[in-house]
């Protein structure tokens, strides 16, 4: 009996030291899964890809991207926020996490997770109507919705963050618009190709090529200042409407993490986004965005004030 307890206490010790080791330096030593919370072809599995491509470099492990779609990113982000704090599943979002939370369609948000780096910030999306469309302006938008209440059409996907741009735009300009359910990027575009709604937001890169074939008309860009690479396109706010909302993408780990884990994975991503000439170019070419980073503590910050901001839409 004794040389079984003496063995079951080497073996926990063995256990615990082996443990031990692990946080101190070894991750990782296997591949690492990156929930992306949309469809491929889209902005968030276009900017996970790209990252996670140079990472598997920095790393020396595969980085797999896995699409998990659905609920606004519910789906995906409740696979990360149940699986293992090992470091070996990661979730990909952006501020949609904000909205999930506050329309109820999870009961967290995402303080349930480790922060991790936030490594884009978007400041390229625009708010569009078809080439044929009688509105030349926002401002010829929110008259037309002014007279016409709850009857011009906005194409979004429910819940997510285009659709709290639309929720914004209701709220700044004192208007009722029909804000309707028509998916991701690509259906948006397809719905306002076939003049099935009035107006879609989406990313630049995204409808650029539309727009200079005359089949979309951009009306406003939702950032701060007019973007260097399409300055034609007015701001929402120098239009009279206070709509600034850029779209950030992160990382966020299961709550309990180790640190020293979140940091290893978190310093590959800093290196690509911050050194990485060709991971410029890429982002650059698709999306016409420069490299951003951020660390974990000032994307609290961000995503902290950003909630506050949308709290008053939870009723």
Known sequence: MKNLKSLIAVALALL?????????G????????????????????????????????????PVVIVNMEGAGGSIGANKVKLSPPDGYTVLFFHTGIIFTEITGVTEFGFDAFEMGAVVTMDNGNVWCVNGSSPYKTLGDYVKAAKAKPGMLTYGTDLGGYTYF????????????????????????????????????????????SFIESGDFRAL??????????????PTAKEQ?????????????????????????FDAAAK?????NSAYAAD????????????????????LSKEREKFLKFKK
Request: glycine share 10%; aromatic share 10%; net charge positive.
């Open 240 to 264: 009279g409407f206070d709509i600034v909302m850029p779209k950030p993408h992160f990382f966020l780990f299961p709550k309990g993490t180790p640190k020293n884990i979140v940091d290893a």
């Open 220 to 233: 406003a860009v939702l950032s701060e200042t007019r973007h260097p690479s399409f300055p034609n396109v």
């Open 165 to 208: 741009q639309g929720i914004r735009l209701e709220d700044v300009a004192g208007i009722d618009i029909n804000i309707v359910d028509v998916g991701g990027a690509a259906a948006k575009n397809a719905a306002l190709l076939g003049r099935q709604i009035d107006m879609a937001p989406n990313p630049y890169g995204s409808v650029k």
């Open 283 to 302: 982002i650059e070419k698709a999306y016409y965005m420069k490299p951003y980073y951020s660390e974990p503590g000032a994307g609290v910050d961000y």
């Open 271 to 275: 290196k690509v986004v911050l050194s």
């Open 26 to 61: 070894d991750y990782p030593v296997k591949p690492i899964q990156v929930i992306v919370t949309g469809k491929p072809g889209g902005d968030s599995d276009f900017h996970a890809r790209t990252i996670a491509r140079y990472m598997e470099k920095e790393l020396k492990q």
């Open 16 to 24: 615990s030291l082996g443990s031990a080791v692990a946080q101190k």
